[in-house]
């Protein structure tokens, strides 16, 4: 079995190299053709194919009727795995296929799955007789045959998780399974709220974050259309508070980039909206999107950089977008009062902040002493739980038109 520790070791079986092994095997044992089938009803379909020179005869995708082929006959028993010489067997010589595509040297086993179930069959054959072929080759197809089987089972499985993911998803979608809240930012020296960040949040099973269902959107290839349901649901929500205070929502560069949001945005004509570019993977064409933030600017939206300094929301993130307004990420806010680096770098991005006219957001503001800290470094406004968790849109109304004493609901 050296020869399969090789090909192990040098090409692990995968479903991508599957074609490999074919080929392998092939010219390990002199054949002409060599091929992975699937059973689909009372047809097989050559999945694989390794057969240089007769592309024009079999290839991959191309099918048989069950009836026309050894492999039936192989799984009841009335032929053997291993035909060394199709002519010294009557059976073999009774069926059109062996003269029809001179099948001299046969040898198949089946490829079975985990369940016990038959996917298809692992075969080799030849033009000519070859007397040569033996057991001990055959053992070495079983081998393949089996890892084919395995990784295959591993492929199916990996379709389901995938659909199943799909699948919740899009009833997510379809039942519009989340809600929205809204958290204030809030304005220091007036006490005030200047606006509303619109956050989803998620009712159906099972339980997860919101980070979660959407980076599962995105995996199974819905993540605009989630990104995009939950800024039209906001938007239509936030409508009821004064026009004095502006929303913001989330939106990927693949979002934006889509032309999507722009259009959403025009549904909803003189609603203040500011837009936070959310970003964790870098942005290939920075031109493009500049170029769909203007359509949004159009619109009469602001853009803001969401996470600065996390992730990939760093320095050229900002250069390359001039936002309106930079979004300090948490884990700059957190315990800054106590972290001198940290207040270096905010000092920083401050200057940079009012050398180009932009506002400074600090995210998840939670004591007192931070608030303190970025008063002195002349932030003037943020969001955390030291003003308000998350709200119903009717509690986000009732603190922007109720009584100063009462704004601040901890």
């Not at 002199?30 to 024009?56: K, N």
């Not at 980039?257 to 609603?271: N, W």
């Not at 159009?298 to 320095?315: N, S």
């Not at 250069?319 to 948490?330: T, Y």
């Amino acid at each position: 079995m050296d020869f399969i520790s090789d090909i192990l070791t040098e090409h692990p079986v995968e479903r991508s190299n599957i074609g490999h092994a074919l080929s392998s095997l092939r010219k390990h044992l002199g054949m002409a053709v060599a091929y992975v089938s699937e059973f689909q009803g009372d047809e097989t379909v050559f999945r694989d194919v390794d057969a240089p020179g007769l592309e024009a005869v079999i290839k991959p995708g191309d099918r048989r009727s069950l009836d026309d082929v050894y492999c039936r006959h192989i799984l009841a028993g009335r032929l053997p795995e291993l035909i060394p010489d199709t002519g010294a067997n009557a059976f073999a010589q009774k069926l059109p296929i062996t003269h029809d595509s001179q099948i001299g040297a046969h040898m198949s086993v089946p490829v079975r799955l985990e369940d016990g179930s038959v996917y298809g069959m692992f075969c080799c054959l030849n033009f000519s007789p070859d007397p040569s072929l033996n057991d001990r080759d055959l053992q070495m197809m079983r081998v393949f045959a089996d890892l084919t089987a395995r990784q295959l089972g591993e492929e199916a499985a990996g379709k389901r998780v995938a659909t199943d993911k799909r699948d919740r998803v899009a009833a997510v979608l379809r039942d519009q399974a989340f809600r929205m809240v809204f958290q204030p930012i809030w304005d220091f020296a007036e006490d005030r709220p200047l606006g509303f960040e619109a956050l989803c949040r998620f009712s159906a099973e099972p339980y997860r974050t919101p980070d979660i269902w959407f980076a599962e959107a995105d995996e199974v290839g819905l993540g605009r259309e989630m990104e995009l349901a939950a800024i039209e649901v906001a938007l239509a929500a936030g409508a009821v508070l004064p026009r004095g205070c502006y929303i913001s929502v989330n939106a990927s560069p693949a979002l934006i980039l889509s032309g999507r949001l722009a259009a959403a945005l025009r549904r909803h004509p003189g609603r203040r909206v500011v837009v936070e570019v959310t970003e964790h993977a870098p942005v290939a064409d920075y031109a493009k999107l500049l170029w769909e933030c203007a359509r949004l600017r159009e619109t009469g939206a602001r853009i803001a950089v969401d996470d600065a300094g996390a992730g990939y929301a760093g320095l050229q993130h900002i250069l390359q977008l001039r936002p309106d307004m930079i979004k300090l990420d948490i884990a700059l806010v957190r315990a800054i009062d106590t972290d001198p680096a940290r207040r270096a770098l905010v000092s920083a991005l401050m200057f940079f902040a009012e050398e180009t006219g932009c506002l400074m957001v600090a995210e998840g503001i939670e004591t007192q002493a931070e608030l303190d800290i970025l008063r002195k470094l002349g932030v003037h406004c943020g969001q955390g739980y030291l003003f308000s968790r998350p709200l119903p849109i009717e509690a986000a109304v009732a603190m922007v038109e109720g009584p100063k004493a009462m704004r601040r609901v901890g």
